[in-house]
T-cell receptor, first 110, second 111 residues
Framework: RKEVEQDPGPFNVPEGATVAFNCTYS??????FFWYRQDCRKEPKLLMS???SGNEDGRFTAQLNRASQYISLLIRDSKLSDSATYLC???????????FGPGTRLSVLP | DAGVTQSPTHLIKTRGQQVTLRCSPK?????VSWYQQALGQGPQFIFQ???????QRGNFPDRFSGHQFPNYSSELNVNALLLGDSALYLC??????????FGSGTRLTVV
């Protein structure tokens, strides 16, 4: 089993739609969780950290369920500019190495 | 404040050759990690350097080696290149428990 797994995608949604991405991780001792965004042929960029209490940043909401080892990202009122690959990232229990999921590609269509 | 800088941006090498990629971390960051990203996949961890020592290593063969210098910059060396080494090589720097900051990567093509 891979350490971090994500919805295979791609997700093709119309502008204004709400879309949710799911991610599971296998290491129960993982300490920190993040969502990164990667545009085509560019480097990954931090979108948001994920906290146990859940956190929101504008149209983006991240949730963490430690018991189920599950992370989610919700994008509301999607924009064309949200088109990208979304990477789920887990920091291992030593607090050093970041483990990336394979990513889920989102295309927001006009 | 400069972010993470990598050089070169693109590189074409022949199978069997050796390559060195370079990374300068973001100012104030002391930890450098290297990742390999094949097309359509997530980044795969190669190794991490801290205080000029390899602190952690992923599942990559010994052909992949690295170094960190006293100014925290780092090099990734790959010997005996294979066609399958063609990928985007990403350098990320960090400080303690903060999130990574990535460089724009070096795109390596092995022919």
């Amino acid at each position: 089993r891979k350490e971090v797994e994500q919805d295979p995608g791609p997700f093709n949604v119309p502008e204004g739609a709400t879309v949710a991405f799911n991610c599971t991780y296998s290491n129960s001792a993982s300490q920190s969780f993040f969502w990164y965004r990667q545009d085509c042929r560019k480097e990954p960029k931090l979108l948001m950290s994920v906290y146990s209490s859940g956190n929101e940043d504008g149209r983006f909401t991240a949730q963490l369920n430690r018991a189920s080892q599950y992370i989610s990202l919700l994008i509301r009122d999607s924009k064309l500019s949200d088109s990208a690959t979304y990477l789920c990232v887990v920091r291992d229990n030593y607090g050093q190495n970041f483990v990336f999921g394979p990513g889920t590609r989102l295309s927001v269509l006009p | 404040d400069a972010g993470v800088t990598q050089s070169p941006t693109h590189l074409i090498k022949t199978r069997g050759q050796q390559v060195t990629l370079r990374c300068s971390p973001k100012s104030g960051h002391d930890t450098v990690s290297w990742y390999q990203q094949a097309l359509g996949q997530g980044p795969q961890f190669i190794f991490q350097y801290y205080e000029e020592e390899e602190r952690q290593r992923g599942n990559f063969p010994d052909r992949f080696s690295g170094h960190q210098f006293p100014n925290y910059s780092s090099e990734l060396n790959v010997n005996a290149l294979l066609l399958g080494d063609s990928a985007l090589y990403l350098c990320a720097s960090s400080l303690s428990v903060e999130g990574y900051t990535f460089g724009s990567g070096t795109r390596l093509t092995v022919v």
